[in-house]
């Protein structure tokens, strides 16, 4: 499979590919809210709901059939630390809401994760090609710890804003805030910006 080189989108948001007040690591650090959830292949389902002419329950092998892409992406966590040229291989979110048929009412969504944890980001900001539910890093299967069996990256955003575990889409037709958005965290969150914290 060809991979789609999308490191320039900085240039979008910003004058360098390295965002202000972060540093560039050859690691891959682990973060989350808590421990790395269980989950079973064969009880996993993945929901579109909220806003949408069609909601949508997919198993594993129903998600990771629809048609997908490779792309080399950065990222950036708010901890202040950026990973360049990762290798993620997934769905485009315009491609999951294309399936769906989002309403015209929707503006903005929810992301739902195994282990409870939210994040909200607008649509517009999700409706980029760049917006993936990944389930392979580097040509492997991605380790539970980054999020596997299915993480969402968000390269134009702090990586908060992609969900580690997600398993369910919400369309919201109100916007409403995630778990660290509730917390002080930036609703933003624009690396080029610095927006780290609200």
């Not at 134009?156 to 580690?164: F, L, M, P, S």
Request: proline content about 6%.
């Amino acid at each position: 499979m060809s991979v789609e080189d999308v490191t320039d989108l900085y240039e979008e948001f910003g004058d360098d590919r390295l965002p202000p007040g972060q540093r560039e690591t050859s690691k891959f650090p682990v973060l989350s809210k808590g421990g790395t959830p269980a989950w079973d292949r064969e009880d996993w389902e993945f929901t579109v709901t909220g806003a949408v002419e069609d909601e949508l329950s997919l198993s594993f092998e129903e998600f990771t059939s629809l048609e997908s892409v490779t792309q080399r992406q950065d990222f950036h966590c708010v901890t202040g630390w950026s990973k360049l040229d990762c290798e993620f291989a997934g769905v485009p979110f315009p491609r999951l809401a294309d399936l769906a048929g989002v309403r015209d009412d929707a503006v903005h969504v929810m992301f739902h994760a195994l282990d409870g944890y939210t994040t909200n980001l607008p649509l517009e900001d999700c409706m980029r090609e760049e917006v993936l539910f990944t389930w392979q890093y580097d040509g492997d299967d991605l380790p539970r710890e980054h999020g596997g069996p299915l993480r969402v990256v968000t390269p134009h955003r702090y990586a908060y804003k992609g969900a580690k575990w997600v398993d369910g889409v919400e369309f919201l037709t109100e916007p409403e805030r995630g778990y660290w958005e509730k917390r002080g965290y930036s609703n933003t969150a624009d690396p080029w910006a610095e927006d780290r914290y609200s």
